[in-house]
């Protein structure tokens, strides 16, 4: 796959961390196509709420089909409930995660890191509300240069990675 943005959203959702959700510098990828309605107690007049997801294309974080160091910038937001109900807003919102759930965060890291370019920095953001950020940060042998704790019960995690340099003789694809 050929692409000419130079930054991935590995799991895109409903792009709601992006100040732009069509930026053209940008590749919006995730596993589900939907859109949701819901009723709750918003502010809105008929009493609803719409999820909309919508990548540019449909892919799975851990098995991406773009050649290596493609990227300048990953953003890497996965699931990160274990446990919601079958029509749960928020497992709607941030997705769940599937049993092996481990295994799966493990791939979509050395997938995320594949893609980068050398010296590309990855963004991944977690809440740790049902897993701790610690438990998957032992899933790759990347480790941050600095991070942000934020949200009202301070449990996201913002942490930012940079790719180290392509090792002089390695062999590139």
């Known amino acids: 796959m050929n ?3 130079c930054v991935l959203d590995a799991c895109c959702g409903s ?3 992006w100040f732009n959700k069509q930026d053209s510098r940008a590749v ?5 196509r939907e859109t949701l309605t819901v009723t709750d107690r918003t502010h809105r007049e008929d009493g609803t709420r719409t999820l909309v997801i919508e990548p540019d294309f449909l892919m799975d974080f851990r098995a991406l089909p773009f050649p290596n160091e493609s990227f300048w910038h990953v953003a890497f937001d996965p699931p990160h409930l274990e446990r919601a109900g ?3 807003w928020l497992a709607a919102k941030y997705g769940k ?7 799966d965060l493990r ?3 050395s997938e995320c890191f594949r893609v980068l370019r050398p010296h590309g920095t990855l963004v991944f953001k977690w809440n740790e ?4 950020v610690k438990e998957v940060l032992a899933l790759t042998p990347e480790k941050p240069l600095y991070g942000q704790v934020s949200g009202r019960s301070g449990m996201t995690h913002w942490l930012v990675f940079m ?3 392509a090792k002089e003789g390695a062999h590139q694809e």
């Open 3 to 5: 692409t000419t943005p």
């Open 15 to 17: 792009r709601m961390m």
């Open 129 to 132: 509300t049902q897993v701790k």
């Open 97 to 103: 995660l599937g049993q092996d759930w481990r295994e």
């Open 86 to 88: 079958p029509k749960s």
């Open 28 to 32: 919006f990828v995730d596993q589900r």
């Open 107 to 109: 791939a979509g890291f």
């Open 163 to 165: 790719k180290a340099a």
